[in-house]
């Protein structure tokens, strides 16, 4: 039995659709849970960063700090 040509133009638009649903359900999952890591990741280097400047500027204070484990929460 052969298939008209307008049967394989709706077959191309019907698969390009779902391939489109897919690939959009994928990046918004990898955009949820990837949004909020490198959110983490900029806290955590600018902690750092603030950490380096404390114990360049304060010494004494950067020890007390680093002593109780907290030194990365002065930022």
Request: charged share 15%.
């Amino acid at each position: 039995m052969s298939r008209s040509p307008g049967y394989a133009v709706a077959s191309a638009i019907y698969m390009s659709a779902g391939l489109r649903i897919t690939l959009d359900a994928t990046l918004t999952r990898i955009t949820t849970f990837g949004a909020p890591v490198l959110g983490a990741y900029g806290y955590a280097k600018a902690a750092a960063e603030a950490a380096e400047r404390l114990k360049i500027l304060n010494p004494i204070f950067y020890t007390a700090l680093y002593n109780a484990e907290i030194e990365m929460l002065y930022f």
